[in-house]
């Protein structure tokens, strides 16, 4: 199926579904990396409120890209890109977490007093995405993503993609350390299926007319390897804690496997609640938030731009020309608005993994996505939903994490290979970005006291922007690319364009999959001057 096919409605429900799946690992990821810095961690009904949020907001995003947006078949969802510049404003000594927050007896999750804690961060946090999310649409629907595209190449963006992830050692180490067993027997059920069993096909009942009832082979470990990890680690995790092979006592270590540590937030959580924009009340703003959040919008630009060509690719649809680009990183700056409005703690940006779901299930088509979107949007009214994955055991998620981030650093230094690493240039700026956006921000953080300049606001910005690795080893590359002498080919940017550029398809096709919906443009709205817009075919 390509991008303007139809499958059956059930192959519609059924792969939209799996969509959503395959990216709630990295949904639910953000909301609970992100309850230690909010001061949440003993409040899990709070961050099962943060995922059904997150979920929901992501849906919206979802139609809107697939209708209005670039139009090919490509999930929105929070982006780790965010994280670390999140992570790094609420880390300064006015965001600090009180001490009592961190004591489980001592929080009560209905007091005012904590409620006000948690909110003023997380309105902090909605601010800033707010109004740095202004510069992604301007950039977007102004065409200016066109003319930056020729200044960014690999050595810009490998740098930047692997420092999303590189930083994060830390949130999963800590989450892993709570029982290591536990954590590694997690990787070894995500690492087998994803790795080992990938090819294996499972026979699974089908109905078809011609053939009536029949067993088909279906690629289960392929399409489902983190869902069904953590799956089978959660049941292991119950069966030692029915059997109290898992210490009962707080203060033991491996408590935190335990599936009954977590387990009250199921019954709290309301069957129905519908996230609304300024649930957590109005949006507060300050500088230093907002040139964080700016680094992380720029790497999820880069990574989207990229997403686009592959997503493409994989779904059977002609490179995607200027206007669409330009479309796509506007409606997913007007996501990361809508997400900032509502309280995600995150914004939005184009799913890698999901992308990778395209090429392995063969079906691009934006129908199913659609229907994708519709499951992230119920599942975020749904309270009970986003309970039960806030009440993973720690440990588990622990070992998710160690995958993911692993795969995600992995995905930035793949950006290598467009480029000349036999060149003594490439190596030195590559290696010096990556080391320098690792040894500048812990320098950074361990003595903010030598950074003041006595305005508060600018020492802010400063400690926020130079405790982001992602934006100190970015610049860095896009400094040193741009500025030591090297050939095109050299540097990547020919074979970078090649691989994005594709056999030149029919204008036909072009303007099937990627003009405007519902005739905007072409039935109605018919102006002249619609021509001259940056987003307009």
């Known amino acids: 199926y390509t991008v303007t096919d139809v499958p059956p409605w059930y192959l519609c429900i059924l792969l939209g579904i799996q969509h959503f799946l395959t990216a709630m690992g990295g949904l639910v990821a953000i909301p609970l990396i992100l309850s230690k810095e909010l001061c949440l961690q003993h409040d899990l009904l709070t961050q099962s409120h943060l995922i059904s949020t997150i979920f929901f907001v992501s849906g919206i995003c979802t139609l809107l890209q697939v209708l209005f947006g670039v139009r090919l078949p490509i999930i929105q969802g929070g982006t780790f890109a ?16 009180p001490a009592w927050t961190q004591n489980a007896t001592l929080v009560n999750a209905s007091s005012s007093e904590f409620i006000e804690v948690w909110q003023t961060r997380m309105r902090e946090v909605q601010g800033a995405i707010i109004v740095a999310s202004c510069f992604q649409i301007f950039v977007g629907f102004s065409g200016l993503i066109g003319f930056l595209m020729r200044f960014i190449g690999p050595l810009t963006i490998a740098p930047t993609i692997t420092l999303v992830a590189l930083p994060l050692f ?66 292991l995790c ?119 779901a395209l090429g392995i ?46 795969v995600i650093t992995a995905v930035g230094i793949s950006n290598l290979q467009y480029t000349d690493m036999n060149s003594s240039r490439n190596i ?3 290696g010096f970005s990556v080391f320098a956006g690792l040894t500048v921000p812990n320098w950074a953080s361990k003595n903010s006291t030598l ?59 072009i303007s099937k999959v990627y003009d405007l919906p519902f005739g905007i443009g072409t039935k109605y709205c018919t102006v002249s001057w619609f021509r001259y817009l940056p987003t307009c075919p």
């Not at 965010?82 to 977490?97: G, H």
């Not at 033991?252 to 019954?267: E, I, N, P």
């Not at 609304?276 to 700016?294: D, E, K, M, N």
């Not at 299930?361 to 119920?378: D, F, N, Q």
């Open 428 to 430: 030195f700026i590559f």
């Open 238 to 356: 119950y069966v030692l804690t029915v059997t109290d092979v898992l210490p009962a006592d707080p203060t033991a270590y491996g408590h935190l496997a335990r599936t009954d540590t977590r387990g009250d937030v199921l019954s709290q959580a309301p069957w129905f609640r519908l996230p609304y924009p300024g649930q957590w009340g109005v949006p507060t703003v300050s500088l230093a938030g907002i040139f964080g959040i700016l680094a992380g919008v720029i790497s999820s630009m880069l990574e989207s731009v990229g997403d686009y060509y592959a997503c493409a690719r994989l779904s059977g649809a002609p490179p995607p020309p200027k206007h669409a680009i330009s479309r796509g990183i506007g409606v997913e700056g007007i996501g990361c608005l809508l997400a900032g409005a509502w309280g995600t703690g995150n914004g939005t940006t184009s799913y890698s993994e999901n992308v990778g």
């Open 82 to 97: 965010f994280l670390t510049p999140t992570l790094a404003m609420l880390s300064l000594p006015k965001w600090k977490c």
């Open 170 to 235: 830390d949130s999963a180490g800590d989450e892993a350390g709570q029982h290591w067993g536990i954590a590694f027997m997690t990787i070894s059920f995500i690492v087998l299926f994803s790795q080992y069993l990938k090819d294996v096909p499972v026979p699974l009942p089908s109905y078809q007319r011609g053939k009536k009832c029949h067993l088909s082979p279906v690629y289960l470990f392929q399409i489902f390897p983190v869902l069904l990890g953590l799956s089978l680690s959660w049941l």
């Open 451 to 509: 950074l003041e300049t006595g305005i508060i606001q600018l020492d802010q910005v400063i400690q926020v922007l130079l405790t982001t690795g992602m934006f100190v080893g970015g610049l860095l590359g896009f400094i040193l690319d741009n500025t030591i002498p090297g050939t095109q080919e050299e540097r990547g940017l020919l074979a970078w364009k090649n691989s994005h550029k594709g056999e030149a398809d029919n204008s036909q096709l």
């Open 361 to 406: 299930t063969k079906v691009g088509s934006r129908m199913v996505i659609i229907a994708g979107a519709c499951a992230m949007l119920l599942s975020g009214i749904f309270g009970k939903v986003g309970a039960m994955l806030a009440s993973i055991p720690t440990p588990v998620i622990g070992g998710m994490f160690l995958v993911m981030f692993g």
